[in-house]
């Protein structure tokens, strides 16, 4: 005979298993690292509920980072060739590193940014990227502090120098270390209209590329190269190239979350773009450029193996012409960006944000807020944002 009700006793008996199965679920739940409901959502994009907070004014700011080891302080790359440092939003009299000197300046040349190894707060040493006095080279250097808030020139090593002899414009000049350790370099095309000299697709130059290396002294002389870069060893192309096939890539980041890259590749006369990718597809990958500008067809010809296009893109309307790339936002208090790649355009200075994904960019929205002459963003202790103007502001990224 069956029963709906149990008896008395059994009924004690089912209370008491539900109740020790809430209980354990409780304290698996805890155990977790995190749970569903402890995960921030992807933010709306309502631009809305965001502004922008001015921290200080300096000489032609191109990039903000911040270091290891040193979460107080902020580091405001200024283009004529100097590295400000910013404690407590406020700026420092004395600059961090001051190569003016050694540095061509104008346009599109200058000191263009520098990065911080995962090692900085033991090994003391940084790496920048800037245009030699004359114009022809690009180079990576490595320097070291003296202090928290000082740096000597004179301990400058040289990584690696990039031939740029014809044009003065797409020097490319982002720095950044990867998830894996290492550094990547993004260098522009060469400059002149329509990448005259096909240096993008070429394997036999660093120009038009994403380059990977180990900025420490290796069997390439002054640095080394990962094996496991895509054209290393008796493979036919330079050894430090990971990815090919970009025409400016002035700003590109890792997601401090996912450790996908995400690059915005200035265009030629009608599209802007957005790349989007993960390490397995990033190795050896070929971004189009001077076949394609954006998606579109530019030179023509047949599509390159390995062709990754962009999951974002926007036509030159508005008066918009050169996408500054941003940051997919990690700040928890920046709720309605938050999980969004930011970016914004050099023209018009509108900031936008979407939400990334591998195949196609979805829910691009505008920000109601402007950054007129946009150099660049930066990302900071805890995720925090930061958005630089070519008229001198720094600012900051917060929700309202």
Same mark, same amino acid.
């Given at each position: 005979?069956?029963? #709906?009700?149990?008896?008395? !006793?059994?009924? +004690? *008996?089912?209370?008491? &298993?539900? %109740?020790?199965? @809430? ?112 114009? #022809?080279?690009?180079?990576? !250097?490595?320097? +070291? *502090?003296?202090?928290? &808030?000082? %740096?000597?020139? @004179? ?125 397995? &597809? ?119």
């Amino acid at each position: 005979m069956t029963s #709906a009700t149990p008896p008395a !006793a059994g009924r +004690r *008996r089912h209370l008491q &298993t539900a %109740a020790l199965a @809430a209980a354990a679920a409780c304290l698996l739940a805890a155990s977790l690292p995190g749970t569903a409901a402890a995960k921030p959502k992807v933010g709306n994009g309502n631009g809305g509920k965001v502004e922008l907070r001015k921290l200080g004014e300096l000489d032609g700011p191109v990039y903000v980072d911040d270091a290891p080891g040193s979460s107080n302080l902020l580091f405001v790359v200024e283009q004529k060739g100097a590295i400000r440092v910013l404690r407590k939003n406020k700026v420092i009299d004395r600059p961090f590193l001051n190569i003016a000197d050694r540095v061509e300046f104008g346009g599109e040349q200058g000191l263009l940014s520098v990065a911080f190894p995962p090692d900085y707060e033991q090994s003391g040493r940084f790496y920048v990227y800037y245009t030699v006095r004359g114009g #022809a080279i690009n180079r990576v !250097a490595e320097f +070291r *502090r003296t202090s928290a &808030t000082t %740096a000597d020139p @004179a301990t400058e090593r040289v990584v690696m120098d990039i031939d740029h002899t014809i044009f003065p414009n797409h020097n490319g000049g982002q720095l950044q270390f990867g998830p894996d350790g290492f550094l990547y370099i993004g260098t522009g095309d060469g400059g002149g209209g329509g990448d005259p000299f096909d240096a993008a697709q070429d394997l036999n130059t660093r120009l038009g590329k994403l380059l990977r290396i180990d900025p420490t002294p290796g069997n390439a002389g002054a640095y080394g190269v990962p094996p496991s870069n895509p054209f290393a060893g008796p493979t036919a192309g330079l050894d430090e190239i990971f990815a090919t096939g970009l025409r400016n890539p002035w700003r590109f980041s890792f997601d401090s979350k996912t450790g996908h890259i995400v690059i915005g590749d200035v265009g030629q006369n009608e599209w802007e773009e957005v790349d989007y990718e993960q390490a397995s &597809t990033l190795k050896g990958a070929n971004f189009g450029w001077n076949i394609f500008e954006g998606d579109h067809s530019f030179a023509g010809g047949p599509t390159p193996a390995r062709y990754q296009p962009p999951i974002h893109e926007y036509a030159h309307k508005g008066g918009a012409c050169a996408i500054t790339g941003g940051y997919v936002v990690r700040d928890k208090k920046l709720k309605s960006l938050y999980g969004r790649y930011l970016y914004g355009d050099l023209c018009t200075g509108q900031l936008h944000s979407l939400v990334p994904q591998l195949d196609r960019a979805r829910k691009d929205r505008p920000l109601n807020e402007f950054v007129l002459g946009l150099t660049s963003f930066g990302e900071g202790a805890r995720g925090r944002i930061y958005a630089t103007s070519g008229a001198g502001e720094v600012w900051r990224l917060k929700q309202k």
